[in-house]
């Protein structure tokens, strides 16, 4: 019978005192938000509400302040996500298919991409969209957070192709079907958890993207909530927590309901168990 060392032992302890702070950390500015959401009197100090109420909620549930930030983050969020897939896809499957000189050096290129700061950027393109008269223009919005979105998605969308096995196309193909034929019908349907993990990673970051928004869009009528939360810190004189708190809240469910229904329709087994055999 084995016996551990008393050094495993303790290297298992200071993991475990480790992980358990790192825990706390996270957990203490969630429950800030949560307790003081329901706090007419919260502060930036974390304390159980005297009396719990619903009236932060009811202050910041308007139509200008709540439902149309919330309406643009998602025409933005979903558009970004929804473009970004279809050109990622569409780059990925001759990259990972077809074996070609320059494949390594445009690899190469995109992972520059991904590097680039989008703060360096900025000046060149706001002066590209005054001259094409695209400032304050949602779709001039989505495009441009999408080709910034584009590198990643189309590295992990590559990553995900390569897994579907070439031999299941070449069938398709003897059967008369075209590439594009195939990538449709053949490889899309079984890569479509990957193409849902990257339509959440695009999502998810136009969602909280605050800069490009704030730089591009000047109305108030087309900014994102992610905006509006900024113009929340000062409208009022002060800050005032507990509403802070409740929009914090307000804000994130979407995206809470979005991980639920990706997971939900397509999460679990994957698709390609049982596609080769035989």
Request: hydrophobic letters at 60%.
């Amino acid at each position: 019978m084995g016996l551990s060392s008393p050094s495993g032992g303790s290297l298992r302890t200071v993991s475990s005192i480790l992980l358990a702070l790192i825990g706390i950390i996270f957990a203490l500015p969630m429950a800030w938000v949560v307790l003081a959401s329901f706090d007419k009197t919260a502060t930036f100090a974390l304390a159980w509400p005297a009396k719990p109420t619903l009236g932060n909620f009811t202050a910041v549930l308007t139509p200008d302040q709540a439902f149309l930030p919330l309406r643009n983050s998602l025409l933005i969020s979903a558009g970004c996500a929804i473009v970004t897939v279809i050109a990622a896809i569409l780059a990925a499957y001759p990259l990972s298919r077809y074996k070609a000189r320059f494949n390594k050096r445009f690899l190469y290129g995109i992972l520059f991409g991904t590097a680039l700061p989008i703060t360096a950027m900025m000046v060149p393109v706001y002066s590209l969209f005054v001259a094409l008269k695209l400032i304050d223009s949602l779709p001039g919005t989505v495009l441009f957070m999408a080709a910034t979105s584009l590198p990643t998605a189309i590295w992990m969308m590559k990553n995900f192709i390569d897994s579907v096995p070439i031999v299941l196309e070449e069938a398709a193909w003897v059967d008369g079907a075209s590439s594009m034929r195939a990538l449709w019908s053949v490889v899309m349907p079984l890569m479509r958890p990957g193409i849902a993990v990257v339509f959440i990673l695009v999502f998810v970051q136009a969602w909280g993207n605050f800069f490009v928004p704030f730089v591009l869009l000047l109305s108030p009528g087309y900014q994102p909530a992610a905006v509006s939360i900024f113009t929340f810190f000062g409208q009022y004189g002060a800050v005032v927590y507990g509403q802070l708190a409740a929009y914090s809240l307000i804000y994130s469910v979407p995206v809470l309901a979005l991980y639920v229904l990706v997971y939900r329709f397509f999460g679990g087994t994957s698709a390609l168990a049982g596609a080769v055999k035989g």
